[in-house]
Structures are given as C-alpha cells and as structure tokens.
C-alpha cells in the first residue's frame, strides 16, 4: 500500500476565508451564499474525525477507458494523508470508443444517443468500482462514497448567449444518480459546473491535490499531466494555495494518437516507437508552432474542441507531401506537443513564478509518460529541468487522475473547497459537484 502525507499539519486549514480574486468577478452575484449541511461544523467535524475509504473514477479526452481507484483518505489536524488500496485502467469494449469520439465532435448527434450513453457510462462506471473495490480487498459497500468525474462531451467556459442570459458551460456525460443506485453507495459528480458558473475555466481541477500532495519545500514543483490534453500546476518552492497556478498548456496524447490512427491504423503510439522511427518535419512543425493558444497567456483551458483529428488533417494540407514518410509525421506532432509544454513552462514559470536559485523538479503523470519520443523530447526541451514521474511519489502514473476525483469527493463532503481561484480564473472558492444517495 502507498502512504503519503502533505506535510505540515498547518497547511490544509479547513477554516480558512478565500483570497480575494478583485479581478475576476461574473457578472452575476449570488445572492446569498452557499449553505447546506455540508458546512456545518458539526458535520465537518464528524466527516474528519475517521478515515473515509473513497474510489475516484475518470474518462478522459483520450477515451480509452475508464481510470479507477481505491483510496483511504484520514485527516490529522488539518493535513490530509492518503493510503492507495488500488488503481486500475478498465479498457472501453468495443465500440464505446468510437461511439464517445463521434459524441464529442462540434457536429449533429441524437439526443437520444445522448441520452443513452449517458445512462450507459453508468453501468461501465459500476464495472469499474466493483473491480477497483475487488482487486482492493473490499466490497463496495465499505466505500463512503465515489468521486466521478464523466466523459466531457463539450467544454464552454467562454459564455455564450441564451435568450437574455451570458452562459459558459460544460458537459460531463455519465449519470451519477444512476451510478448511485447501481452501487449503493453515495456518488458525488458534475465537478466542473460551479467553478465554470463563477466565471472560472472549470479547469484544469488537479492542482488542489497536486498543492496537497506534491508541494516541497526546498524546490519548485511543476506537475504535468500528460492525457488527452497537457496541463501543468506550478507550485513554488514553500507555496501558500494562492500561489499556486494551473492551466491546459495544448496537446498532449491527442495530435500524436490522430496522427497515428491516420496513418497507421492503431489508436497510440505505443512506447513512442512510431515516433522514433521518424524525423521533424520542418513546414509542418514551423506551421504547427503558430498556433495562438500555446502562447495565450493563463488562465485558459482547452480540450477536443481544439485539438483533434480535423486539426491534424488541416495542418497537413499546406505542409505534408505524400511521399514523406508517415513516421516523420507522427514524429513531428510529438515534437510540437514536448515544444508547446516546455513553451509554456519557459512563458508562464521560469522567471515569473518560480525564483531562479532554486531546484525545479516536473512531476508527469498519465498516458503520455509511457512515450519514450515524448519524454525524450521534453527533456531535451528543458535541459535544467529534472524530469520524472509521479510513481517517485508512490502515485501510479496512470491512475492519478481517478485518486483526485476521489480526493474531491472527500473535500465535497467534508465542506471543502477543490478549486483554485488562481488557477481557474473563477471569482471564488466553491464546494464542488453535486451529492446523489
């Protein structure tokens, strides 16, 4: 079993008022504020007072499959501590895959297709819990609860008009109400809606867990995850949460799997071998660097709307001659994405929020770190930069993601804030998601 702690016990104070965010106010004041048992102090205290046996789930915008895990949360004086029971990656059956991508496309689909897939990422979810618990030792019912995260299907934070009303939005499909009564066990859900209803991106959601977890004292920590899409938390050396910022940076698995599945047929990379067979392409690569979001200034999120396989075939068009070997692509789009992380690590970190004098460690997580091009090419990009993965922290590479949405169901319950107005852009703290029984 994996134990990890944040430290000193002072640095999660559950407490504590949000910083105030002057600038990034929604149009839109609530007029009371959130209350509800969950900020009872009674019920914080209770909530606090034993270890909760969470499991965290998570599809992401590589839609592969489902990430779970099995996680014993405690708190001991404010600090949180974390004991991983199990992690797993439950592979789609077929079809489900295909089904998700063609859902997530700027194009018409049926709502009753919708509807149905909504539902029916349930059952899988269920699968996915019911293993995690089996392969933990525990049977589902000794779980408190479960943390979903959903299918994103689309992701809107920039408002939008409907009727009178300015309206961001995202969608995360995957019934937790469904999911709750398949289980029996309390499903909490719908992680992003308020942070993006407070005017915030409603992403990335990972730096609180990255803040709790990861953060050292003597050297700056950049955590990256590596999925679909590259964000990145950057947490100073002795950081207070309000110094802490997070966004999307670009691509990360999505330009180099729509390259391979065009050319050569296979969902992934696997290993990166493709890629290291191949060379840069330099029209294509000078093409791809103009791209305006790597360069656009934080906080900023993005996803499949952007980044998928139409904007392949259209960076192709004017740049790639047939005869050039299909590697050299595959290789020049994992290029661009190690160039558009490390682009915004030199832009966004070095010389702004992190001081010079000081170690600077990047922590990777998901998918991405099994492509040895990949890697490769973010080292060479960083030269001064130690380079690793989060199992140096006793977290596996790929079920991070499922452990904090676990971890967001433990603070949701407990009356606690997950997001970060820093990083989000949102104009306050909120309790995330929304609690099914």
Known sequence: MTQLHNGSPTDVQPDAQPDAQPDAQPDVQPDVQHSSLLASPVWRKHWFSMPRLMCGLMTGTSLDGVDAAVVEFSDAGGAHRLNLRSSLTMPFPDGIGEELTRLTKAEPVSIVDVSRVHAGLAYLYADAVREACRKA??????????????????????????????????????????????????????????????????????????????????????????????????????????????FDTGPSNLLIDASTLRFFGKRYDAGGSIGLAGRVLPRLMEALREEPYITQAPPKSTGRELFNAEYVANALKFTYIDAQPAEDVVRTFTEFTAWSIAENIRRFAFGTKLSEGMPTRIVASGGGTHNRCLMEALARELPTVRVETTEQFGIPSDGKEAMFFAYFAYRTLGGLHSNMPSVTGASREAVLGSVHL
């Open 137 to 246: 030792g525990v049977e589902v019912s000794a779980l408190d609860a479960i943390g979903t995260h959903g299918q994103t299907v689309w992701h809107q934070p920039a408002a939008q008009e409907f009727g009178p009303y300015s309206v961001p939005s995202t969608l995360q499909l995957g019934s937790a109400p469904t999911l709750a009564s398949l289980v029996g066990v309390p499903v909490v859900g719908d992680f992003r809606a308020a942070d993006v209803a407070l005017g915030g991106q409603g992403a990335p959601l990972a730096p609180m867990f990255d803040y709790q977890f990861l953060r050292r004292s003597t050297e700056h920590v950049i955590a990256l995850n590596l999925g679909g899409i590259a964000n990145i938390t950057i947490i100073p050396a002795g950081a207070a949460e309000r110094d802490v910022i997070a």
